[in-house]
Structure formats: C-alpha cells, structure tokens
C-alpha cells in the first residue's frame, strides 16, 4: 500500500478529496490524516465520525475565545455587508479604532501598529522596521523558537523547522536558550553569552527577537529578572528589542501579554492568533513613539494588499471587547493556577513526566525516558511506527479519551481556550493520565 493509500483509509469523502487537493502545513502534509471537523462550541470541537474533544490545545494555541465568540462572528458579519475592503488610502472605524486599543492593551508607550494577515508577517514587519530604524542589518535570536515560515521569518527561527530554509536571509544569529530543565546553561548565564555576542559582533546588530515565553519549543518560562536584563543588555549595545507575543499574547499567561510578567516593554512586539482569537487572519507589529517618528521622515517600504483589512481588523476590534467582557484575562490567570496544580498531580504520578511549567493556561509537559537523567524521548530513535513518535501516541491516547492536545516534539502544548471550566479542566487531565500510562 502506498504512502498515499495507507494515509487515506477510513477517511470520508471530504478527507480524502482535501487531501488529494489541499496541501497540508509542515508535517501534517505527510504524516497526519486530516480530520474533518463538523462543529466547534466554545471548548468542544466535533469531528465527522461524531467524536467530541475538548480543546485543550486551542487548535493552533490560537482559539483564545473557544469557538462560539458571538460578538466576534456578528462583527464580522456586519463588517462584510458594510465595507468589506477599502485600499490604503483609505481606512474604517474599526482599523483607527483596533490601533487605539493595541496602544492601550499593550505595555508601556507602544503606540502605532502596522497590521498584517499572520504571525510570519508580524514577524517579517518587526525585523524590517529593526533594520530601516537601526541602519542595521544583523538580527540575534534564540535556537528553540519559531517566528514563522516566511524567509525572513524562518531565519530567525531557531528551531530545526529552520534548516531547510537554511543558510535564509544573511545576518541571522542563534543564541543559547533560557532552559533550565534540559541546557546545561543556566537561563542567566544565557544571558551573559548573548553579552558577549553582541560585543563580538560589534555595532551590526538592528535587534534581538525573542519569544517572551516561548511556546512551541516547550513552553519555557525565563527566571523573572531575564527579560529586563535582556532589554538592557540589547540598548547597551545599540539593538533594539522585538518581543514575539504571537502565542504568548491576549490572555494566554493571565496577562495582556508575555512581557506584562515580566513588566517589560519592548521596542518592537508582534502579535497574531489571540488577537482575533482565530475568527479572522491578522497580525500586528506595534512600535513605540521614537520608532514611528521615525518612519515620519523615512518612508516604511513595505505593505500588503490586505494589510488592515477592514473584517479581520473589525474581528480584532470585537475580540478585544469579548477579552474585556468576559473578564477572560483575569480568569486564565486563575484557571490557570487550577490547571497547573493538576498537572503537578501527573507529574507525581507518572515517571514519564520530566517537567511540567508554564504561566496561566500557557502550559507544557515536558515528556522524558529516564527522568533522573532528563533523557528526552527524541524524535527519531522513539518512533513506535514509521511517523509516530512515542509522544505522538500520548497525545492519541489522551483523543481517544476525548481531550485534543497538541505536542511538539517531547513535549504537550496546552493552551486551550480562556473560557475553560474546573469541570473540563478535570476532564481532560484524566484524558491525559491515561495517555501518560503510554509513555511510562
Ligand atoms: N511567532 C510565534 C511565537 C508563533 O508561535 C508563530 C506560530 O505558531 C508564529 C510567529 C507564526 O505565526 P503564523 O503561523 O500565524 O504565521
């Protein structure tokens, strides 16, 4: 049987004609079956066969609102039989309206934004108006994290997702991480070495991109003095500091933003998922005053045909109100005390949990074979069939116990949607002690 054949058995009509039409993202072209999905209500999805999940992956790490954000759909219905597109010269209430919200919801004085259509493209917006700012062209950032698939933004990814765009766009350094659990520096001592770094390579470098926490390379949560620190190292050498809030932003931590933890303003911060909750495509690059200023006298070489579209911004703009509304900041905040504590439980319970960490309903399990020794289940040497890995099978198991959970490589993502209970919380935990049993 082929590849082919055998990833289309038992699929229905929709799944197989999409997956001989559509290509899939990243791995899922051709190792996941896609999954048709008939029904989404706030932390549940359905699937074709019938099958409820809780979401306790907000699909993506995006889905912050759950799935029935009626504010978010209205608006976006309305905006659609009102203006559904205008070109850059001209502008709606709701795009003035979302830049003054981002002014006001973020840290400290970031003040304009520039908006686009993802994550990758926050990204791309950051490191160019770095670069136009600066005069420079060299961008330091971090090996586990990821910043998008564009080529600029898959530059400065540091994870291996990176190295087939490799050797990308010219200028692009790695430095060491703030990983406690599985680097043999300690989170500071990483710090010391970006230092040294930026001194090395003398007055090139326009900025340090960072993830404030970072999310798909295993939810790691920097001591609470790295972030300052890290800014101050960046300004004493004349770099700017872009932070990366496309996962770690709208609530995820119990904050606003990553950085309100660590009650850090950065020069550049990118955002994307949350800011619509996933109703609509957008990302948003926001910079402070001197920057925009800036870009007053030099005109900013870049843009999008879709950049501010009027829908997603107006979803951007409901969104925002639904965070406020629903109290759902303070709430991750207090769920996600909840959820850390029994995750703590599934650490004590089984021997196959290294780790779990995280702030909020930001949180990950750290998977290891040998946990005195942090051995981590790898990616290649633990395939259990061929495209499986030992954490691939947790994460089934705990589907076929009725929980979705995303995972990466040893570790599970979870950040589900900021309206989940204690009751689901609960639920999914048992999903995941029996997915455990797996890999113990
Ligand atoms: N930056 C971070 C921190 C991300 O987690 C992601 C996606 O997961 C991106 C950028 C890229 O966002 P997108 O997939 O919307 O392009």
């Known amino acids: 049987m082929s590849d082919q054949e055998s990833a289309t058995e038992g699929a229905n009509e929709v799944e197989r004609t999409d997956r001989e039409h559509v290509f899939g993202t990243w791995s899922y072209q051709k190792e996941v079956d896609p999954t048709q999905v008939v029904d989404a209500s706030g932390v549940r999805f359905t699937t074709a066969d019938g099958e409820e999940y809780i979401d306790l992956s907000g699909q993506l790490m995006c889905s912050n609102l759950g799935h029935s954000a009626d504010r978010v759909a209205d608006r976006v219905a309305e905006q659609i039989r009102d203006v559904p597109f205008v070109s850059p010269g001209y502008t709606t209430e709701a795009r003035s309206e979302l830049g ?23 990204v791309e917006a950051a490191v160019k108006i770095a670069r136009f700012y600066t005069g420079k062209q060299k961008i330091i950032s971090r090996y586990r994290s990821y910043h998008g698939a564009t080529h600029g933004s898959i530059s400065v990814t540091g994870d291996p997702r990176r190295l087939m765009a490799e050797p990308g766009v010219p200028g692009t350094i790695k430095a060491p991480d703030p990983y406690a659990y599985g680097s043999t520096l300690d989170p500071m001592e990483s710090l010391e070495y970006i230092d040294e770094m930026l001194t090395l390579e003398g007055d090139t470098v326009a900025a340090v991109v960072v993830e404030p926490i970072v999310g798909s390379n295993g939810i790691l949560v920097p001591p609470d003095e790295y972030l300052p620190r890290l800014k101050e190292i960046a300004h004493d050498h004349g770099a700017l500091l872009i932070c990366d809030e496309v996962m770690s932003g709208f609530g995820r931590t119990g904050e606003w933003f990553g950085c309100d933890v660590f009650g850090v303003t950065p020069d550049i911060m990118t955002m994307a998922k949350g800011l619509t909750g996933a109703y609509q495509p957008l990302g948003a690059t926001i910079v402070t005053p001197e920057i925009a200023d800036h870009f007053e006298e030099e005109m900013f070489c870049h843009g999008h045909t879709y950049s501010g579209h009027p829908v997603a911004v ?49 949180r990950g399990i750290e998977l290891t074979k040998r946990a005195d020794e942090r051995v981590p289940f790898g990616e290649r040497e633990d395939k259990i069939s061929p495209g499986t890995t030992v954490v691939d099978e947790v994460a089934a198991t705990a589907g076929d116990h009725g929980t979705y959970v995303a995972n990466m490589i040893n570790t599970l993502i979870l950040a589900p949607p900021l309206s989940i209970t204690e009751d689901d919380v609960d639920e999914a935990v048992e999903a995941l002690d029996a997915g455990l049993d797996v890999s113990d």
């Open 314 to 362: 107006a979803a951007g703009l409901a969104a925002i109100e639904t965070y406020r509304e629903e109290n759902l900041i303070e709430r991750a905040g207090e769920i996600g005390a909840y959820l850390g504590d029994r995750l703590d439980e599934l650490d004590e319970a089984h021997p196959s949990v290294g780790e779990t960490r995280g702030v909020g309903l930001f």
């Open 100 to 122: 003054r919200e981002l002014a006001e919801i973020t840290p400290g004085d970031l003040t304009k934004t520039f908006f686009s259509t993802s994550g990758t493209e926050a």
